[in-house]
């Protein structure tokens, strides 16, 4: 008999600690299915384990996790065969404008298109791990996430180091034709994003998680916009700057939670 049980975590608010539970999970081959619902910062488990000792192997990360409720699961374990095509998509998008934002943020001279591509890779990442909930790959997703952490952390130290450098040594005003051209390329690609995942008309945690990270990035989107019509005000390098340390800097904030579990 399988149970359907639900965990507070009051810490768990992005994909980080939802990956950092997940690791502390993998050996727990009878775990069917775990989601998180971030906006409640809620775990729904279906599970043949003892209650007991997935809170024990919770815990020791000091998320705030507390056991709510446990109850007899009636319904059936199976693949969404919609949301998957649906996540497949939208990975795809965001894969593309990665690509597409880190070549031309290179050819730019902007660090902050760069690092929105950055934003845009974080995210396929998510739709990624999100499309092995649905899987059901348990030890598979801890892998990427973790993989995804180490990523994270290169490129975002990386950013970083670029953003004091130039701050320090200078560099030429950015192309903002490009800038603002590419980023309304990029929004775009959200938006479209956005219209797939509403259209799964789905309440279940994992896509909702994901159509709140694709209306996050949105707002990147116009914030690099808006950067670079204020290089065009001002002739500056500053606002470029400013928005890319922001990115980088919440890039590094998810990969340090992850590695907060080793």
């Known amino acids: 008999m399988s149970l359907s049980t639900k965990i507070y975590v009051e810490a768990m ?93 290179y050819i730019a001279g902007s660090i902050g298109l760069f690092a929105d591509s950055l934003d845009m890779l974080a995210d396929a990442f998510v739709y990624g791990l999100s499309l092995l909930v649905i899987a059901g790959s348990m030890l598979m997703k801890s892998r990427i996430a973790f993989l995804s952490g180490i990523i994270q952390l290169i490129l975002g130290v990386f950013g970083l180091y670029e953003c004091v450098r130039r701050t320090i040594f200078g560099a030429e005003i950015p192309d903002y034709t490009l800038m603002i051209g590419i980023s309304v390329i990029a929004m775009a690609g959200n938006l479209l994003s956005l219209g797939i995942l509403r259209k799964q008309q789905s309440n279940e945690p994992h896509m909702r998680a994901s159509m709140i990270f694709t209306s996050t990035d949105i707002l990147v989107n116009a914030g690099v916009i808006i950067a670079g019509f204020l290089t065009i005000l001002w002739s500056s390098m500053i606002p470029d700057l400013f928005v890319g340390c922001i990115i980088f800097i919440l890039v590094l904030r998810g990969a340090i939670r992850i590695f907060r579990l080793q």
Do not use: W, Y
């Open 13 to 105: 608010d992005c994909p980080s600690e939802e990956a950092m539970i997940r690791m502390a999970l993998q050996n727990f081959r009878n775990i069917h299915s775990l989601q998180a619902d971030f906006s409640c910062r809620t775990l729904h488990l279906i599970h043949d384990e003892d209650i007991e000792s997935i809170m024990e192997a919770i815990m020791p990360l000091k998320l705030g996790a507390r056991h709510e409720q446990t109850e007899e699961h009636s319904g059936v374990i199976k693949e969404h065969k919609q949301q998957k095509s649906a996540l497949i998509a939208v990975l795809l998008i965001n894969a593309c404008c990665f690509l597409l934002e880190a070549i031309t943020g």
